[in-house]
């Protein structure tokens, strides 16, 4: 090859410095994509079942959806899953005296237990709340939800950057959405690693809802459990674990 065409070659389209912003922009596009599908196809974050306390991420919805989560909290260690970070939508007037009643409960029996030190109460009983705007009103125009679900999602990746939780857990109102996805954003940016745990409602006997319909379909939740043997045959990664309440 004659020097002439080693300066055409070296001056081609495809090497040209102008190329370079563009060339690193698809390098940084193509190792994000690759850690977004890892993240959602990775075993859902292990930890040590004697371990130490995890903090825990609790979205909490209205009606039903609160009667059935309480259920579930109290099914579970509150000195294993502390301290608890409740998530509650801004026009939810009920759901929060309903946390402050569950945790008062959690606080006392704690205290009367005898194999509970000063130190593992205080982490044990400690909690708090934060309120976010509400992804999509009941009845809502999908336009309108479209902005109103951006603004909770600002809200939410916010509450979950700065909590750090090690465990989410939902069960269904909207505002779960939000806050699955920025745990998800997360783990990819390996902010904190927190499992995502995905109960149906007991309400939802042949489909599931829409809102765990999209967190099933996009891999968001790392396990989806449901309460009904018929919808864990219809959806095959969900798991069947009988009433909550």
Request: aromatic content about 8%.
């Amino acid at each position: 090859m004659g020097w002439t065409e080693v300066v055409e070659t070296a001056g081609s389209p495809g090497v040209t410095p102008e190329m370079t912003p563009r060339f690193l922009v698809a390098v940084i596009v193509a190792i994000l994509a690759l850690r977004v599908l890892h993240v959602a196809f990775a075993p859902p974050p292990r930890r040590p079942v004697h371990g130490p306390p995890l903090r825990t991420m609790i979205v909490l919805g209205s009606g039903g959806h609160t009667a059935e989560m309480f259920a579930l909290l109290r099914a579970l260690s509150p000195r294993r899953y502390a301290p608890r970070h409740y998530v509650i939508a801004d026009t939810d007037g009920t759901s929060l005296v309903k946390a402050e009643a569950h945790e008062a409960a959690v606080g006392e029996a704690l205290a009367e237990a005898s194999d509970v030190d000063d130190d593992e109460l205080a982490t044990a009983s400690e909690y708090s709340v934060t309120r976010i705007p509400r992804a999509r009103e009941v009845g809502q125009g999908w336009v309108h939800s479209f902005f109103t679900t951006m603004r909770a999602m600002f809200s939410a990746f916010r509450a979950v950057f700065a909590e750090k939780p090690d465990a989410v857990l939902c069960n269904g109102p909207g505002t779960c959405v939000p806050i699955v996805a920025g745990a998800f954003v997360s783990r990819v940016f390996a902010v904190a690693s927190p499992a995502v745990v995905y109960v149906e409602s007991a309400a939802r006997t042949k489909t599931m809802s829409l809102t765990g319909r999209i967190l099933y379909a996009t891999r968001l939740a790392d396990e989806v459990f449901v309460q009904w043997e018929g919808l864990a045959r219809r959806y095959p990664r969900a798991k069947y674990a009988g009433r909550v309440c």
